[in-house]
């Protein structure tokens, strides 16, 4: 029989304090009650508290400043994938999966792309500018850099910034299809990127979502 695990202190209180910013409908840079508040208002230690504000302070969620205590902060998903990046659970994530995923992320934001580059020229700009910076790349890595900034910048236009987030964790799930990239492939991501905009800036959305999924789905044929 398999014994169920008792969570932490540590994260039993973090999960407190994530539910008060909810509860009280806090936003980034708002105050919350000291250690000594908090500490007592649920019914543990200072140091238990301490320990579950020092993980939530690693993620960006609440914040700590000498002088001004405990602020609410905003998640540092840049810091969070770095660090998922490095775990060898990531995988064991099945691959269609991941690929499934990221048509339905990428795929589903093209409406509102399309709507926002019409009055946003430099939506379409900062797009071309990297399809042209794609061109220039002679290594991997660069490659491998600018495909992530690439797809970052297409959901990023769209203004939903909560997908943007969604978006930078699968980018770490994918990073082993893109490892697998030979170079003779380089050209027709290239190309691929070039229509994605090409027909976003005519306002075709079903052109750019059959070029977009076509584009995502190439990393099947790297599949064992």
Same mark, same amino acid.
């Given at each position: 029989?398999?014994?169920?695990?008792?969570?932490? %202190?540590?994260?039993?209180?973090?999960?407190?304090?994530?539910?008060?910013? *909810?509860?009280?409908?806090?936003?980034?840079?708002?105050?919350?009650?000291?250690?000594?508040?908090?500490? !007592?208002?649920?019914?543990?230690?200072?140091?238990?508290? /301490?320990?579950?504000?020092? &993980?939530?302070?690693?993620?960006?969620?609440?914040? &700590?400043?000498?002088? *001004?205590?405990?602020? *609410?902060?905003?998640?540092?998903?840049?810091?969070?994938?770095?660090?998922?990046?490095?775990?060898?659970?990531?995988? !064991?994530? #099945?691959?269609?999966?991941?690929?499934?995923?990221?048509?339905?992320?990428?795929?589903? *934001?093209?409406?509102?792309?399309? @709507?926002?580059?019409? #009055?946003?020229?430099?939506?379409?700009? /900062?797009?071309? !500018?990297?399809?042209?910076?794609?061109?220039?790349?002679?290594?991997?890595?660069?490659?491998?850099?600018?495909?992530?900034?690439?797809? /970052?910048?297409?959901?990023?236009?769209?203004?939903?910034?909560?997908?943007?987030?969604?978006? #930078?964790?699968?980018? %770490?799930?994918?990073?082993?299809? @893109?490892? &697998?990239?030979?170079?003779?492939?380089?050209?027709?991501?290239?190309?691929?990127?070039?229509?994605?905009?090409?027909?976003?800036?005519?306002?075709? %959305?079903?052109?750019?979502?059959?070029?977009?999924?076509?584009?995502?789905?190439?990393?099947? !044929?790297?599949?064992?």
């Amino acid at each position: 029989m398999q014994t169920l695990r008792r969570p932490k %202190v540590r994260d039993q209180v973090a999960g407190q304090i994530q539910q008060y910013i *909810v509860d009280q409908k806090l936003g980034p840079g708002d105050r919350l009650p000291t250690e000594t508040q908090l500490a !007592e208002t649920f019914g543990i230690s200072r140091l238990s508290l /301490r320990e579950a504000t020092k &993980s939530l302070e690693f993620l960006g969620i609440v914040e &700590s400043k000498t002088g *001004v205590g405990l602020t *609410v902060g905003r998640i540092d998903m840049e810091r969070l994938t770095e660090h998922l990046s490095f775990h060898a659970g990531l995988l !064991e994530a #099945d691959p269609q999966q991941l690929i499934d995923s990221r048509v339905i992320l990428e795929t589903g *934001v093209l409406p509102h792309v399309a @709507r926002r580059m019409k #009055d946003d020229p430099a939506i379409e700009a /900062r797009l071309r !500018e990297l399809v042209e910076q794609f061109r220039s790349a002679r290594d991997l890595k660069t490659w491998i850099e600018l495909d992530i900034l690439f797809h /970052r910048s297409l959901l990023n236009a769209s203004g939903l910034q909560p997908l943007v987030a969604f978006g #930078d964790l699968l980018h %770490v799930f994918f990073q082993r299809f @893109r490892e &697998s990239v030979k170079k003779a492939e380089w050209q027709r991501g290239v190309e691929s990127h070039q229509r994605i905009v090409d027909e976003l800036a005519k306002g075709h %959305v079903a052109a750019a979502t059959a070029e977009l999924r076509k584009h995502i789905e190439s990393h099947k !044929e790297r599949l064992p």
